[in-house]
T-cell receptor, first 109, second 113 residues
C-alpha cells in the first residue's frame, strides 16, 4: 500500500463546477498536512495548509480527518486556471514531506 | 518565479557515472530540500540541509549525498548512477521555521542511459 494515496484522475469538469479530491495517508505519525499544486511541466507550489478544524481560502476548502487518516480539498466555482495536478502532502515534521502522486484536474470552458 | 535556480536544466549520463546538481535558494532562505520526481509520480523527499548539515533524510541510499554552503546554496551528488535514477530532481528552499512552505526550483532533468 502506498504511503499517500490519491485518485490520479483525470477529473474533467466544466467551468463553474464544484470538484472534490480525496487523499488517504498511512502513517499515523504525520503531524502536518498540505495541498500543493503543480502545473504541467512546472514546479510544485504550496496551495494551502490543512488544519484539523478545516479551513478555507477563497474558493478552496481543505478538511482533515485524523481518525480516518483522510484529507480532502474542495474547489468551488472552478476556473480554467485551476487546471493542474493537486498533490496531497502529509508531513512527519517540517523536514520530511511525503508527496502523493497527485490528482489531475482539467477545467473546460 | 520563485527565485530558486537549478543547474543544469538537462543532463545525460551513463550508468555507473557520477553527477552533481546545483541549487541556489531564494534570498533569505536558510533551508534547502532535494526531491526526486519520476514521471507520473509526486516528488520523493531525498534530504534536507540546514546550516550546512543534513537535517532529515528520506529512503534513498548513501550514494545520494549533498552539501550546503555558507550562502545556503546546495549540491546534490549521486554516485554509481543507475537507470532508475532517471528523473526530475527538484530543490526547494524555505525558512527553517516555515519549512513546509517550500519554494521549488524548475528542476534538473537527469537521464541515465
Amino acid at each position: 500500500r502506498k504511503e499517500v494515496e490519491q485518485d490520479p484522475g483525470p477529473f474533467n469538469v466544466p467551468e463553474g463546477a464544484t470538484v472534490a479530491f480525496n487523499c488517504t495517508y498511512s502513517n499515523s505519525a504525520s503531524q502536518s498536512f498540505f495541498w500543493y499544486r503543480q502545473d504541467c511541466r512546472k514546479e510544485p507550489k504550496l496551495l494551502m495548509s490543512v488544519y484539523s478544524s478545516g479551513n478555507e481560502d477563497g474558493r478552496f476548502t481543505a478538511q482533515l480527518n485524523r481518525a480516518s487518516q483522510y484529507i480532502s480539498l474542495l474547489i468551488r466555482d472552478s476556473k480554467l486556471s485551476d487546471s493542474a495536478t493537486y498533490l496531497c502532502v502529509p508531513s512527519y515534521n517540517n523536514n520530511d514531506m511525503r508527496f502523493g502522486a497527485g490528482t489531475r484536474l482539467t477545467v473546460k470552458p | 518565479e520563485t527565485g530558486v535556480t537549478q543547474s543544469p536544466t538537462h543532463l545525460i549520463k551513463t550508468r555507473g557515472q557520477q553527477v552533481t546538481l546545483r541549487c541556489s535558494s531564494q534570498s533569505g532562505h536558510n533551508t534547502v530540500s532535494w526531491y526526486q520526481q519520476a514521471l507520473g509520480q509526486g516528488p520523493q523527499f531525498i534530504f534536507q540541509y540546514y546550516r550546512e548539515e543534513e537535517n532529515g533524510r528520506g529512503n534513498f541510499p548513501p550514494r545520494f549525498s549533498g552539501l550546503q554552503f555558507p550562502n545556503y546554496s546546495s549540491e546534490l551528488n549521486v554516485n554509481a548512477l543507475e537507470l532508475d535514477d532517471s528523473a526530475l530532481y527538484l530543490c526547494a528552499s524555505s525558512l527553517a521555521d516555515r519549512a513546509y512552505e517550500q519554494y521549488f526550483g524548475p528542476g534538473t532533468r537527469l537521464t541515465v542511459t
